[in-house]
């Protein structure tokens, strides 16, 4: 069966530091992969979405950047984060565009 | 990407049917209707997806007329568990991988 892996669950950060988040798919391949941020209390924004190694589409202008140097790792990261990060960070899978999203536990950030 | 507008929250009691609508008016032709369940510090999960008429499965129904400007998510006998919030999407297929975009949700809270 399919797994999601996402880390870390939670994470506290200074203004201006950089950032990594990972997330791995397991038992499957060449999956769409995605990140969204969810703010409190706020619907889900997509960020970045993936369709294969190298691929990288963006849906907001923002201070941070994905990569996907692997067909099952997708990577958020920023080199400097700023308050308006914090967040509920997710990322999610899907095999087709037909096919519902599987989302990982995510991770919330807090920058201070 | 179709807009969509779902009461922001709805109270019900144990043991009963919830029923929780959702407009789409300027929905594609090739555009399905899905609905997510999403707890507290939890990614969202899948519960439903459906193209027209009905659609059921050991969780939820989902109704959709046939103009299919609108959908219904039901849930039987709800219990205290089925407290979370619950976004419609809608989103086709195409060849991109963009296309579900999450709106604000509908907070249900079930009372004993």
């Known amino acids: 069966s399919q797994t999601i892996h996402q880390w870390p669950a939670t994470l506290v950060q200074p203004v201006g530091s950089p950032l990594s988040l990972e997330c791995t798919v397991e038992?499957?391949?060449?999956?769409?992969l995605y990140w969204y941020r969810q703010a409190a209390g706020r619907g889900l924004q997509l960020l970045f979405y993936?369709?294969?190694?190298?691929?990288i589409s963006s849906e907001v202008p923002q201070n941070l950047s994905a990569s996907r140097p692997q067909d099952r790792q997708f990577i958020l990261s920023s080199k400097k984060l700023l308050l308006s990060d914090s967040g509920f960070y997710l990322c999610?899978?899907?095999?087709?565009?037909?096919?519902?999203?599987?989302f990982g536990s995510g991770t919330r950030l807090t920058v201070v | 990407l179709a807009k969509t507008t779902q009461p922001i929250s709805m109270d019900s009691y144990e043991g009963q049917e919830v029923n929780i609508t959702c407009s789409h008016n300027?929905?594609?032709?090739?555009?399905?209707i899905t609905w997510y369940q999403q707890f507290p510090s939890q990614g969202p999960r899948f519960i439903i997806q459906?193209?027209?008429t009905k659609v059921t499965n050991e969780v939820a129904s989902l109704f959709i007329p046939a103009d299919r400007k609108s959908s219904t998510l039901s849930l039987p006998r709800v219990s205290l568990s089925d407290t979370a919030v619950y976004y419609c999407?809608?989103?086709?297929?195409?060849?991109?991988?963009?296309?579900?975009?999450f709106g604000s949700g509908t907070q249900l809270t079930v009372l004993p």
């Open positions: 999610a899978w899907r095999k087709g565009v037909l096919d519902g999203y599987t």
């Open positions: 038992g499957t391949s060449n999956p769409n």
């Open positions: 993936s369709v294969g190694i190298g691929q």
């Open positions: 300027n929905i594609a032709t090739n555009d399905y």
């Open positions: 459906g193209y027209k």
């Open positions: 999407l809608v989103g086709g297929y195409g060849g991109s991988a963009r296309q579900l975009t």
